[in-house]
């Protein structure tokens, strides 16, 4: 399989602590996303990568969400100290430029919950 | 800032026809993108339109008017698998930004 993918796919923890997500995007690709999204809301941009450059991060984005993408290749996003507003699907998604066809290849997500 | 307004659900009889609307405002754009996700599925990508006018990709077709700040996204002879959610997506047009944002999406339900 040559699409992105994510792990885990699950994570339950408990508030407070500390979270890692990893994202492989598809091989080619020099731009990686990670989006959030919670139920019956369209994916909320977080951050993005060209290469290992991170280009842009939301202004929503709390000091405590931090992502490396350290080789250009895959990424990590870390949720220290979390919270029970944090519980969402965390997508990845990764496209080629240069230019834009407006596509994303999004993975099956991460979803974690925070009790 | 940017916005994005659709429609929040819509329901259409299989084989029927449904247009799905897509408002926004931008600092900037530079094209307007529609995505599918099934229910615990992934946002996969339909369509893409840069410039005005209509995109036909199979049963799917996507119109854009920039003088309105204005798409739609028309799926013909619907199947009961189209029920979904749709999202548009615009890409900003600001510092060469090539993030995409989503609308908060359009829950279609297709009955038989």
């Known amino acids: 399989d040559t699409g992105v993918s994510q792990d885990p796919r699950h994570k339950i923890t408990k508030r407070g602590q500390n979270v890692t997500f990893r994202c492989d995007p598809i091989?080619?690709?020099?731009?990686l996303y990670w989006y959030r999204q919670t139920l019956g809301q369209g994916p909320e941009f977080l951050t993005y990568f060209q290469n290992e450059a991170q280009l842009e991060k939301s202004r929503l984005l709390s000091d405590r969400f931090s992502a490396e993408r350290p080789k250009g290749s895959f990424s990590t996003l870390e949720i220290q100290r979390t919270e029970q507003g944090d519980s969402a699907m965390y997508l990845c998604?990764?496209?080629?430029?240069?230019?834009?066809?407006?596509?994303?290849?999004f993975g099956e997500g991460s979803r974690l919950t925070v009790l | 800032g940017q916005s994005l307004e659709q429609p929040s659900e819509v329901t259409a009889v299989e084989g029927a026809i449904v247009q799905i609307n897509c408002t926004y405002q931008?600092?900037?754009?530079?094209?307007l993108s529609w995505y599918q996700q099934h229910d615990g599925g992934a946002p996969t990508f339909l369509s893409y339109?840069?410039?005005?006018g209509l995109e036909e990709t199979g049963r799917f077709s996507s119109f854009l008017s920039r003088s309105d700040s204005y798409g739609y996204l028309l799926l013909q002879e619907l199947q009961m698998k189209d029920s979904a959610s749709y999202f548009c997506?615009?890409?900003?047009?600001?510092?060469?930004?090539?993030?995409?944002?989503f609308g908060s999406g359009t829950r279609l339900l297709v009955r038989p």
């Open positions: 997506a615009v890409r900003e047009g600001v510092d060469s930004s090539y993030k995409l944002i």
């Open positions: 091989s080619e690709h020099n731009r």
């Open positions: 931008t600092s900037g754009f530079y094209g």
């Open positions: 998604a990764s496209s080629s430029g240069p230019g834009n066809t407006g596509e994303l290849f």
């Open positions: 339109n840069a410039l005005d």
